[in-house]
């Protein structure tokens, strides 16, 4: 197998009700390596026999009957192991948190390029397992301590879901400060995108 490409056990089990979504995203993964097994509904994946032997599940947030947040509900009631990775509209950080917190361990914002939903597959797929929670939360203890008091409050409004406009009217300052806060706690917590922020505040124990 080339360069680059995944070990091709890999499965990855894919819900969303657009058919369209799920072309889209299922040849993607499948010419980087992984082995899709599509769904329509977040009920048939739970009637999946084979659920148990997925390497990582991705689904979309908004779906009828049972959405994505309901669906992370039951697998963890069900006691799945298996790592989750959600699709979120844009701007939907709320409902991203929401999701982490019920167990999910990534999200991507639709409509995301090709290599953002290979590289949160890949990484949610290598990192399952690992004995690193502990760690992890420590970490990210340590670089939300270099934090000041006001970037603790932006990163708290960024967790929330508030837009910059909403941040800023809330703490007294303008939406172009927010911008600056925003950039200085990405540069101290060492996160390049918005999902590894939130990840971070996350297992910091915010939000």
């Known amino acids: 197998m080339g360069e680059g490409n995944v070990d ?78 959600v699709m979120t509209g844009h701007g939907e950080v709320s409902m991203a948190v929401r999701a982490m917190k019920l167990g999910a361990c990534d999200f991507i914002e639709k409509p995301f390029p090709p290599e953002t939903l290979i590289q949160a597959m890949r990484s949610a797929v290598r990192e399952a397992g690992t004995p690193s929670n502990a760690s992890r939360r420590a970490l990210a203890a340590e670089r939300l301590a270099r934090l000041t008091d006001r970037e603790r409050q932006v990163l708290e409004r960024i967790l929330a879901g508030r837009t910059h406009r909403e941040t800023g009217e809330a703490l007294g300052i303008s939406p172009r400060t927010v911008e600056v806060f925003r950039a200085r706690i990405m540069a101290k917590t060492q996160c390049e995108t918005l999902q590894d922020l939130v990840r971070t505040g996350l297992e910091a124990g915010l939000g």
């Open 8 to 85: 091709p056990r890999w499965i990855v089990h894919l819900v969303d009700d657009s058919a369209a979504m799920r072309a889209t995203a299922a040849a993607v993964l499948e010419a980087a390596g992984f082995v899709v097994r599509e769904h329509a509904t977040a009920a048939g994946l739970l009637a999946e026999p084979a659920l148990p032997q997925a390497d990582c599940i991705l689904t979309d947030l908004r779906m009828p009957r049972i959405d994505g947040l309901e669906l992370l509900v039951r697998l963890r009631s069900a006691g799945s192991t298996v790592p989750v990775v």
